[in-house]
């Protein structure tokens, strides 16, 4: 799930995190190998370090929320639905494109540019 820095919505979370539902601003996100209190993080909320080993093998992003009640941290893959902003509700999307072989030098900048113009010009169609 990728969710902008400066994200404001109602987020919904999975148990053991979801008595937190709420509207949150997103003011940080980071791999939750890099996190220092990642371990922390998760021990308090109930789950283990085994939990806490097997999200950061999965490359989870930990995001850092925070309203007037104060900060939260709650790992991406705890996150039930992206924000509802403006009553509007998104959902991440990615894209994984298998060019086949390649060799290893090929230049694909051009490709690259083609590609976020593409999606620049269909989301700016209302999509």
């Given at each position: 799930m990728i969710i902008g820095i400066g994200t404001i919505g109602e987020f919904n979370f999975l148990p053991p995190f979801d008595i937190y539902n709420g509207i949150y601003e997103?003011?940080?996100?980071?791999?939750?190998?890099?996190?220092?209190?990642?371990?922390?993080?998760y021990k308090l909320a109930g789950l283990t370090e085994d939990d806490y080993n097997k999200d950061v093998a999965n490359n989870v992003t930990i995001f850092t929320l925070e309203n007037s009640g104060g900060k939260l941290y709650v790992p991406s893959n705890y996150c039930k639905l992206h924000p509802s902003v403006n009553g509007v509700e998104y959902q991440g999307k990615a894209i994984i494109l298998n060019l086949g072989p390649i060799k290893t030098d090929y230049d694909l900048s051009g490709l690259l540019t083609d590609l976020v113009t593409?999606?620049?010009?269909?989301?700016?169609?209302g999509h």
């Open positions: 997103v003011t940080a996100t980071s791999k939750l190998s890099s996190f220092s209190g990642g371990v922390a993080t593409a999606w620049v010009n269909t989301k700016g169609n």
